[in-house]
């Protein structure tokens, strides 16, 4: 049992430190670079097309005996707290720290936080853009940042963009010159990776390759695999499955190619829209995506395979569709991942049943049934949209606002006037 002790608080000295673990430098200077103390321009908006501009302050530091960087931005600067009319704070906080056996970063974000109840707010309780979502808004533009900044050659540096239990996205960037073989790495994981710029010669097991944005390679547990790069440098997206995600999708057990794929124009489209909808959607709309993208791949590689297991009868779809629609209703935030489990089916067969039985997607219908739940919460008299939206599963208020408004064209705080006028 932990017992607390009377004595002074030093959170800032347990927490920080004065640099860079050793063994740790490459990789951390990545966001180490930006360590110190910045101004930068805030602009949100509100609901009711309401446009909203401030000034923050944005602090990184090393902390956790140098192993992590962590950055802190508060809207607006803490010196204009007292000025007359002054907005009360807005926080935000993310972690990044350095994983030896990934050999990536990982990164923690909080969401934003405010300063007070009573506190100055955009109209009706509207969100900022200007605020983190999901921990992705304000980490993005700092991931930005740090890829822009880095003028000189630094080797290879990998950001965690996305995690759950089921896969992983990353974004690889290699600022090597013309080299040598690397030395033999092993893979961890099983991982899909798609070449956005760059080329560079890849030999797994002995055999060589030459990758560049025309085609699609992959890394399997216990493969090793080395690099040689002609110069430039290179960037990619790696997208790591879980054992079980990929069985479901490869059909059998779970296994990738050995060799590189041709990129067709709806795969590199299918990886485009998954980098987008990282930003801009939530946690569902984001493993739609993945499913997507790595079902464009596996069905180019081995067609066959992937097709196996689906659905064979129309009564066999309709039961399988039926029972993901059930789910929706009951947990309206559950991914394709968790409806397919749920229906004992392949994800990537899930969504091409239910656009067939249903004519929209998974996504589509989701966003349609929470907008139809939302009305519903609003109109028995929901007052706080930020509750609303978290309880149907959208990223935040934001988000809420941008379905509700694609959908009825009105945001939710029109709809709450026009139904208490009804």
């Known amino acids: 049992m932990a017992v607390a002790t009377q004595r002074p608080v030093d959170l800032a000295g347990a927490l920080c430190a004065g640099g860079p673990h050793p063994g740790h430098e490459e990789a951390l200077m990545l966001f180490g670079q930006f360590v110190g103390e910045w101004d930068f321009d805030w602009a949100g908006y509100a609901e009711g097309e309401q446009t909203l501009t401030d000034a923050g302050e944005w602090i990184f530091d090393w902390v956790l005996e140098g192993r992590a960087v962590q950055d802190v931005w508060i809207i607006p600067p803490r010196e204009r707290r007292g000025e007359p009319g002054a907005r009360a704070g807005e926080y935000g906080t993310t972690l990044r720290f350095y994983d030896p056996r990934l050999g990536s970063l990982r990164r923690r974000a909080a969401h934003r936080a405010r300063g007070g109840a009573d506190a100055p707010r955009p109209a009706d309780g509207g969100s900022s853009e200007g605020g983190l979502r999901n921990g992705r808004c304000i980490a993005s533009v700092v991931e930005a940042m740090s890829v822009s900044a880095a003028e000189a050659p630094r080797g290879l540096a990998k950001t965690v963009l996305a995690e759950t239990g089921e896969f992983a996205i990353e974004s690889v960037e290699c600022r090597c010159g013309p080299g040598e ?4 790495e092993p893979a961890a994981r099983y991982g899909i990776v798609f070449v956005r710029r760059g080329c560079f010669h890849r030999r797994l097991n002995g055999r060589e390759s030459f990758v560049d944005p025309t085609v699609v390679y992959f890394e399997r547990p216990d493969d090793e695999q080395q690099i040689a790069h002609p110069g430039g440098g290179d960037s990619c997206t790696a997208l790591y499955l879980s054992e079980t995600l990929l069985a479901s999708l490869w059909g059998g057990g779970p296994g990738l190619p050995e060799e590189p794929v041709a990129s067709e124009p709806a795969t590199d489209l299918q990886h485009r829209l998954l980098l987008a909808l990282i930003a801009s959607t939530d946690d569902g709309g984001v493993a739609d995506a993945v499913v997507a993208a790595a079902a464009a791949v596996l069905s180019h590689a081995a067609p066959k395979r992937v097709e196996a297991g689906r659905p064979a009868t129309a ?59 939302a009305l519903e919460r609003i109109a028995e008299g929901e007052a706080c949209l930020a509750r609303l939206a978290a309880d149907l599963g959208f990223a935040d208020q934001a988000h809420l606002a941008r379905v509700v408004g694609n959908e009825l064209g009105m945001p939710p705080s029109a709809l709450r006037r026009r139904l208490a006028r009804a």
């Open 181 to 184: 073989w690397s030395s033999p």
């Open 315 to 373: 009564l066999a779809r309709r039961r399988v569709v039926a029972e993901a629609r059930e789910l929706l209703v009951e947990n309206p935030a559950a991914t394709v991942i968790e409806l397919a489990r749920h229906a004992a089916v392949s994800p990537h067969h899930l969504s091409r049943v239910f656009k067939a039985e249903t004519g929209e997607t998974v996504s589509r219908y989701r966003n349609r049934l929470r907008v139809r739940l």
